[in-house]
């Protein structure tokens, strides 16, 4: 399955929006499958961005049921908050081949996010 950092923010945006500190509400993401969905918790739990409970098994297949962000989730999602911020991120991703590890697109959104906001 292909990652759709999109799809990722939108997640990250909704845990943090219906998250009561101790589990998340339902997310409501109608455009992607509920593996996709799966997925791509499982890609945000293994970066630490989120925690989640793993209810994976042979019957049901991948299902996480996330909880809440992380700090690092949190510091992330605060970066990629600002759609001016975001579209800079995917467009120069996009110019420089389209894929990059996650770690570098991470650290480059805090530098957008830096000089967009006149942090030095």
């Known amino acids: 399955m292909k990652r759709d950092m999109d799809l990722a923010r939108k997640i990250l945006q909704q845990i943090e929006e219906k ?3 101790l589990r ?3 997310l409501d993401l109608p455009d992607h499958s509920r593996a996709e969905i ?4 499982k890609l945000l739990k293994e970066a630490r961005l989120i925690e ?3 209810f994976t098994s042979s019957e ?3 299902e996480i049921m996330p909880k809440c962000l992380t700090w690092q989730g949190h510091e992330f999602l605060d970066a990629i908050k600002n759609d001016t911020v975001w579209n800079k991120v ?3 991703v996009k110019e ?3 894929a990059i590890p996650f770690e570098i697109l991470k ?3 805090l530098q957008v996010a830096k000089g967009i906001f006149g942090i030095s």
């Open 90 to 92: 995917k467009e120069t």
């Open 107 to 109: 650290a480059f959104a």
């Open 24 to 26: 998340c509400e339902s």
């Open 60 to 62: 049901t297949g991948l």
């Open 52 to 54: 989640g409970l793993d």
């Open 96 to 98: 420089k081949g389209g």
């Open 19 to 21: 998250s009561d500190g």
């Open 38 to 41: 799966a997925y791509h918790l």
